[in-house]
C-alpha cells in the first residue's frame, strides 16, 4: 500500500508538493512510500507536515491511523487511476464522475464463471490468445497513451460496485 500517496491525497497534495516545498527528493518519497510509518525518518514527517501545513505530531498521529484504517487509494480521474497502477494499489476505489467511465470498462469483462469456461475449454490458450489479440489492437489503435494503459492494467482488477457512486477494483490474484 502506497500510505504516504494516500495521506497526501487526502490533504490534496502530491510527492511532488512535498519536493517543490521541502527539498525532500522525490527518490526519497518513493521509497518512504512503499514502508510503514513506524520506519518513517523524523525528517520525513516533518517535511509532510510542512507540505500540509500542519504540526508533525498531528501528521504521525493521522498516518498510524490511515495505516491502522487500511484505507483505499481513491480515484476521480485518469490521472489518479494511473498513479494508483504505478504504484500497485491492491484496492483503488472509484468516485465522482469518472465511475461512469469506469461501468463502460466493467461491462466489457467476462464474468468468472464465464472466464473459467473458456480457459478449461481451450486448456489455458485463450488467456495466451486474448493477450496477443489485445497487445496488436493497442499498437494499432488510435486511442491515447492514457487510454491504452489504463484498458490495459484495468485487466488485473476486478470490479465491486459498492454503490451509486463507488466502485471498488481490488486485483484478481486476491481471489485465490
Known sequence: MSLLDIY????EKKRYDVFKQTGLSQQMLSSVNKKS?????VTTIQAIAKTVKKNAGTVLDELLALEKENAYFE???AEDLLLAFNNKEPHILIKGEYKKEM??????????????????????LVTVWAELMIQLGNRFSNKDHDKKRIESQIRKYKFK????????????????
Open 161 to 176: 460496485p459498492l454503490n451509486e457512486k463507488e466502485i471498488l477494483l481490488y486485483l484478481r490474484l486476491f481471489d485465490y
Open 103 to 124: 461501468d463502460e470498462l466493467a461491462k466489457s469483462q467476462l464474468l468468472d464463471t464465464e472466464t473459467l469456461g473458456l480457459e478449461l475449454g481451450s486448456a489455458g
Open 37 to 41: 510509518v513506524s520506519s518513517y525518518s
Open 75 to 77: 480515484v476521480f480521474n
Open 8 to 11: 497526501l491525497q487526502k490533504n
